[in-house]
């Protein structure tokens, strides 16, 4: 008796359930759509969006600030320089191109200017680094009191530019200054301090000095508890002084912040402006004094703008101040490659 074919048919594998037409048509859900599949691959995207968009969330605002307050009015300034705008009407602008640098370059007033702020930067600077120096390592040693002093060294700093430099002025005032009182007990006469070049230059650094020390000093002193005592401790085995100490650990251990007080004092030297407006006294603020003799770029930067009404040349004299700290700053890597070198 002849078997029908199923039955003699070896057991195969398990067939799929589906239909002809749902794997021909392709009714059934296509691949990838289960929820739980979605659920995870969108788990995974906010994982990779959360460790990789995450630092750069966190840090936008500073770029968003920066590009908004300072990258902006830079390259509209550099924009404005190349026109001849007045302050009365900043909407209509006249190109000239390099016109307002080849005028620029051509003013003695510039230069004069320039040789102030230079003047006044170094007057100002070398003694203000070097009495933090000295001040912070007095506070860097066990004093009673020393939080006292720590604090009543920054409160110079703490001081308004203005109230800083009226009582300054007051100071070195001619005829009822204090100075020129204490300068008449050793026998010396009156000095004008305002219309004399470098008396001028030498009270207004003795403004910023004033203002600029105690913040410095501290900057130095958090520099100074960060060195091990270690190094201390084994300089005064080896038999070093307190000087040798000072020279040989403290100053190396505190290079790049001395580096950075540096550049710090740079741009505050080419930036200076309330200083000497203040202590000019009315109009010859200004203008640095009758003959300029104390006028500095960022005076210069504000008669061209504010009494001149010439946007364009002041805009010139802004962009040839960040060209000035550039330069600066491109002599003194060249410096530093020039020693490490070297040494």
Known sequence: MARSPTASAAPGPATSTSSPQDRTTGTGPPPGTDPGVKRRRRGALLHRLDV???PYAFIAPFFVVFAAFSFYPLIYTSWISLHRVELASLNFMEWVGFDNYLALVRDERFWNALGNTITIGVLSTVPQLLMALGLAHLLNYRLRGSTFFRVASLTPYATSVGAAALVFTMLFERDFGMINWG?????????DWENNKWAAQAAISAIVIWRWTGYNALLYLAAMQAIPRDR????AIDGASRWQQFTKVTVPGIRSTIVFTIVLSTIGATQLFGEPLIFGQGPNGVTGGADNQYQTLGLLLYEEGWKSYQMGRAATVAWAMFLLLILVFVVQRLVKRFLARKA
């Open 52 to 54: 990789k968009g995450a």
């Open 183 to 191: 300068l008449s007990l050793f026998g010396f006469e009156h000095l």
């Open 232 to 235: 201390y401790e084994a300089a």
